[in-house]
């Protein structure tokens, strides 16, 4: 904006000054507008982003849910794992138990038989007994017993007792298994009963 002064004349005093002000784009003063600062931008958060920021914080939560579930699941499978095998555990050794007695029963048997095997007399009753005998060790089996003759085998001290060596001449047969007087017994990995046997010594 500019002000043009001229000489006064008679009478000018109570006149009004006017001012004029060129808008030509051209006739600005351009060191004005070189001088003034640039815009700020605005800073603020627009309603996209702020529903962006609320998503990421929703999926954000979401996958600490899906992570601590998933710690709470694999934890209670093993617990469950554990718990179920403590009671396999109990129900073995409680069946184990039983079966041990049992396996008198069968010893028995399998004496009755050696007593009457060679007495023609006694054959019909042989055959009974007999009969006894394999049902007995078929139910055995049935529930994961297992019957041991180790005889022809490497001795194995986990499983077979020794009770006697006996000489052999074949080098084969040294420290094998020779004879078993009394079969073994075992349920799974549990050795229920150890055979009792002879193992053969190189004379």
Not at 191 to 199: D, F, G, K, Q
């Amino acid at each position: 904006m500019s002000t043009r002064k001229r000489p006064l004349k008679p009478g000018d005093e109570d006149q009004p000054v006017i001012k004029v002000e060129d808008r030509r784009h051209w006739a600005r003063d351009k060191s004005k507008d070189e001088d003034s600062e640039p815009p700020v931008p605005d800073t603020r958060p627009t309603v996209i982003d702020e529903y962006r920021q609320r998503a990421e914080q929703a999926e954000t939560k979401l996958q600490e849910y899906i992570t601590a579930f998933k710690k709470v699941k694999s934890e209670q499978e093993q617990f469950r794992a554990r718990l179920q095998n403590d009671i396999d555990r109990k129900v073995e050794l409680q069946f184990g138990g039983v079966v041990e007695e049992l396996l008198e029963g069968m010893d028995e048997l399998d004496l009755a038989l050696s007593h009457v095997a060679d007495v023609p007399e006694a054959r019909e009753l042989a055959t009974g007994v007999k009969l006894v005998r394999e049902r007995f060790l078929a139910t055995l089996m049935k529930h994961g017993v297992e019957r041991m003759d180790p005889a022809g085998e490497p001795f194995d001290p986990n499983m077979a007792e020794a009770i006697g060596m006996e000489p052999v001449d074949d080098d084969a047969m040294d420290g094998k298994v020779t004879r078993t007087y009394r079969p073994g017994y075992v349920l799974g990995k549990r050795v229920l009963r150890p055979a009792r046997v002879a193992v053969g010594k190189k004379s």
